[in-house]
């Protein structure tokens, strides 16, 4: 299961003085021991997330060789953000060869999963290509999903003239949609305790 940072935050807030999955209710670890053995049944059991979060460790560490195996696996299994990551990797060339073709492939695996960032991505490769339209058409989906960069990308195409009033602005609104749907004051919390993932990158 996974529960979003603000439902853990505020787990937390309403019980302070104990430490409880927000999920299960149960008690959370107490020692790096115990973490560390059910962490290890998680990626044994091949659990997406723990699979995942094993890669970005192993990457933090510069350990690009074993990162690359473990974010593969997830990749593998439909882990859209295991996915996104594996684009980086290979834009990069850590951990695996520099491939522009791979790079992509996994940007499209993740974004087709609803990563959002990938979704910003591949707009950036088209409009970097010379495929505007297509780059709007990423760029709407990233939009209508919430992302802030992709606002900014499509009132550049729209005074360019490369996507309509009417598709702007009804990406505009499922944007601010998408965005109040999100907000909640816990969630505001967590975010500015949160650390961001170092292979969350956006730009191409």
Known sequence: KVICNGCCYASK???????LCPFCRHSVPATDAEIDANVMKREE????????KAGVR???KGDYGSAFDYLSKA????????????????LKGRGVAKDE?????????????????????????????????????HFIIAA??????SVGKLKQGYKEGSVSKENFAAALRAHQAAVDAMKSPQRQKAAEKAKVEPLHEKRW
């Open 75 to 90: 990749a593998g299994l439909g882990d859209a953000e295991a996915q996104s990551h594996l684009s980086v990797m290979y």
């Open 101 to 137: 073709k791979e790079a992509v492939h996994y940007m499209e695996e993740a974004a087709i999963g609803g990563h959002t960032t990938s979704r910003y991505n591949l707009g950036v490769y088209e409009w970097n290509n010379g495929s505007r339209e297509r780059a709007m058409k």
């Open 13 to 19: 807030i309403r019980e302070p003085s104990k430490s």
């Open 144 to 149: 209508k999903l919430g992302d802030d960069d």
């Open 58 to 60: 192993r990457y933090v």
């Open 45 to 52: 059991a091949n659990d997406l997330v723990a699979l995942r």
